[in-house]
């Protein structure tokens, strides 16, 4: 190996070091941010369409008052929708966070394809949020219409939870 190549191994090493994590997504509105990270890869459909999901974290500070919400966005329709519509909007999905299998419930949220992660009170869904940021990676399962075949999406999230810290509305979250 010439010593080109092993320079230029060297800085390709180098530099997919300083590239882990997934790109971060800001939305600013009046008092609320909105952090974003898509899937690491999309997943077909029958159609061969492609569709890449998203995982955010929305933070709103009104006064001293703060909410957060966990949502995911699988970027279309799913199996089982209209059934999950009769019963009053709540589903299950299948996550991995810090390498733990987990039953979560989300409710719709929104436009009907956007889950909201329920919990009864902001603390408890602060809880999940912590952890899941923490966590540094996620998975979770789901069932695209379409195909409705099971479909694990995987996000990184470790700029996530660096970027976060960057936003007073999401200061209860660290």
Known sequence: MS????SRFVAFVLWSSLCTGQEVLISRGKDTVVLSVSAQKPYPLMSGEQKL????????QKGKKTAHLLKFLPGGTLAGDLEVDAKGGQRTFNMTIGGTKQVTVW???GEAVTFSYFAKTDAERLKFIQSVLNSGKVSIEFKP?????????VFDLSKLRDEIDKYPECAATK
């Not at 010593?3 to 092993?6: E, Q």
């Not at 999901?53 to 709103?60: A, D, G, K, Q, R």
């Not at 219409?145 to 999406?153: I, Q, R, W």
């Open 3 to 6: 010593t080109l190549n092993v």
């Open 53 to 60: 999901p998203t995982l955010s974290v929305e933070c709103t």
């Open 107 to 109: 409710v719709g949220y």
């Open 145 to 153: 219409f379409l195909s409705g075949a099971p479909t694990t999406s």
